[in-house]
């Protein structure tokens, strides 16, 4: 699979989480999960347009992905989202080298948005420190 | 015969061109350096906001050193605190001190944005990703 299939599986199993850790959540937090669902919803479409033009086929949604953890609270909700977006980051970092101009532009834009999502999310956690040196670095 | 001796006056009269091309990750380290340098001297007057500014200012120097690294340069890390080129607002405002700062991310991002832009494949992943801590850097100010 190339980088850029990779982030569209990413963006499919980030939308899909978004559903559970929605339901988790209220106020400011509930409003954020549902900008960030759009915001992965967006990007999604954009990388089958993206893919399809290049003559690629675009890997579909699954059915159901498994959490990797159960979210039974908004703790656990929490900290669904900082990891859905930590993993969403690595994904389209991963995908910089294979592009070039506007592409690289539009890939690095999608690795910007997670890592400011996963930093705001960090923020709802009480989680210290807000950020990361390396945003979508392997560890 | 005397217009090609005026073009040959013409190339060497020319001022020498310090740096034709710049390097990028010369300038994007010294530009991590410099936005350490303001997170620190930001510390140093307001203790304060250590909690708040010692990761972004801590994130601004192993960026210098990975992109000395993977430039071949001498690591920076050794190298005392650059005096901060931003002068930094005095009388102990820290709104004003934290909006300098969130200037001085978002320009930061910028260069960082470019550079990955116009980078080879080998140091794309790396400038993206000192341009995506950059952005949350700007988030934390916000």
Do not use: K, N
Not at chain 1, 2 to 25: C, D, K, M, Q, S
Not at chain 1, 73 to 101: F, K, Q
């Amino acid at each position: 699979m190339t980088g850029l299939a990779a982030a569209l599986a990413a963006e499919h199993a980030a939308i899909f989480a978004y559903g559970p850790i929605g339901v988790r959540l209220d106020g400011a937090a509930r409003r954020e999960a549902r900008a960030a669902e759009e915001a992965h919803r967006s990007r999604r479409d954009a990388l089958v347009v993206l893919l399809s033009a290049e003559g690629a086929s675009p890997p579909p949604a699954e059915p159901a992905y498994a959490l990797p953890f159960p979210v039974t609270d908004r703790t656990s909700a929490l900290r669904l989202a900082i990891h859905i977006e930590e993993r969403t980051a690595a994904a389209w970092r991963a995908a910089l080298p294979e592009t070039t101009g506007d592409q690289r532009a539009q890939v690095l834009d999608g690795l910007i948005d997670c890592a400011v999502r996963a930093t705001r999310w960090r923020r709802f956690a009480g989680v210290a420190p807000l950020t990361v040196p390396f945003p979508g670095r392997p560890d | 015969m005397p217009t090609a001796a005026l073009a040959g006056c013409g190339l060497f009269d020319r001022e020498p061109d310090p740096s034709p091309t710049p390097d990028p990750l010369a300038e994007l380290i010294t530009g991590a350096l410099e936005l350490a340098a303001q997170h620190e001297a930001a510390i140093a007057a307001h203790p304060e906001l250590t909690s708040r500014l010692e990761p972004l200012a801590r994130a601004h120097r192993q960026h210098a050193a990975e992109l000395a690294r993977i430039s071949g340069t001498p690591t920076p890390s050794a190298t005392p605190a650059a005096t901060p080129t931003a002068a930094q607002p005095a009388g102990g405002d820290i709104q004003a001190l934290l909006a300098s700062l969130r200037e001085a991310e978002q320009a930061g991002q910028r260069a960082a944005v470019e550079a990955c832009r116009a980078a080879p494949a080998h140091h794309a992943a790396l400038l993206g990703s000192i341009a995506a801590a950059r952005a949350t850097h700007v988030e934390v100010l916000a």
